[in-house]
């Protein structure tokens, strides 16, 4: 399962890195002269010309390094100064490198370098209040981040719902047994989980379309067959109480050829009646393409009944 990594970046060494090797990317070339050839396949795989670097020292008695240890790809790290935290990244691959260690940050006052090394992408700005992560966790009110840290499945299962912060790109490595399991117990949870999904979108679906074979998606104002749109939750059904989940101002129809994933995962949000698109740096040609057509439309399903749930779906992907 996927974990969150907390990384204070407030000192000046730590801010100093963070501008150098994750706000300005680091080189591919400089990297390739350091590792090893597997891991520069696996680089170049991931990376067009620039890396996202973090690392690590070894720590007392090799603290740092054993929790270093537990990271995986798929892993997400909070970046956290200022009672904030300020950023979110996902780690892509990891290598133990003394020598680009050094020559990318060089030697603390301890004569250590931040030899455990990983690399991140989808780097995204945050602004959360260190108050509502604590709540969100589970931790006192008065709570700093101190200290690198990998936190527990528990604790991480619980931001990743509060934030939505887990990546789709960057998936953990799973071994064949694990899948295995996986398989035989989605097995039996589809059963439950397609039947009644059916039977909620059969009922959201005759509010919303009652006996039209035709319907418009909310976000593109497409004709569309109605069999290619999804009677959609602007505010995100597991963020909902159960009088949200039955309001059927918060369920508008989506188009399943783009319209519903964007929206879904924050490449849409809808401010003040129009919609705007949100362009991530490793969308695609066609991606930015199908944005630029939907960027600055009206949403004309918008108005004073639905407007606290895109407030809601706006603010939740942090496009304030």
């Known amino acids: 399962m996927n974990k969150i990594i907390l990384q204070p970046a407030g000192s000046a060494s730590a801010k100093s890195h963070y501008i150098d090797t994750i706000e300005n990317p680091v080189d591919i070339n400089l990297i390739a002269e350091y590792v090893e050839i597997v891991d520069l396949d696996i680089l170049k795989q991931i990376y067009n010309k620039e890396a996202h670097v973090w690392g690590v020292t070894p720590g007392t008695k090799l603290l740092n390094k054993n929790k270093w240890d537990k990271i995986e790809k798929g892993d997400t790290v909070l970046f956290a100064r200022n009672n904030h935290i300020i950023s979110s990244a996902t780690v892509t691959h990891k290598i133990h490198n003394l020598d ?9 006052e301890k004569n250590e370098t931040w030899e455990y090394i990983f690399f991140v992408d989808e780097i995204k700005t945050l602004n959360i209040p260190y108050l509502i992560f604590n709540r969100a966790v589970g931790y006192e009110d008065n709570y700093i981040i101190q200290g690198f840290n990998v936190l527990d499945e528990d604790k991480s299962s619980k931001i990743f719902e509060s934030f939505n912060l887990i990546s789709n790109i960057h998936l953990p490595e799973i071994n064949e047994y694990d899948y295995e399991q996986t398989f035989i117990e989605l097995e039996e949870l589809d059963k439950t989980r397609e039947t009644l999904t059916r039977k909620e979108q059969s009922y959201l679906r005759k509010k919303i379309f009652n006996y039209k074979t035709i319907s418009e998606c909310s ?38 050829f783009g319209c519903d994933e964007l929206f879904e995962r924050g490449y849409i949000v809808v401010e003040k009646g129009k919609i705007k698109a949100i362009k991530k740096n490793n969308s695609t040609e066609f991606v930015n393409n199908y944005l630029n057509k939907i960027n600055g439309k009206i949403c004309n399903i918008y108005n ?5 749930f895109f407030k809601w779906h706006k603010e939740f992907h942090n496009n304030l």
Do not use: Y
Request: charged share 35%; with cysteine.
């Open 100 to 108: 680009l260690a050094l020559e990318l940050w060089g030697l603390d």
């Open 219 to 256: 976000i593109c104002d497409k004709k569309i067959n109605i069999e290619f749109l999804v009677c959609a939750h602007i505010k995100k059904r597991s963020k909902c109480n159960d009088e949200e989940k039955r309001n059927m101002h918060n369920v508008t129809p989506m188009c399943k």
């Open 304 to 308: 004073q009944n639905n407007e606290q």
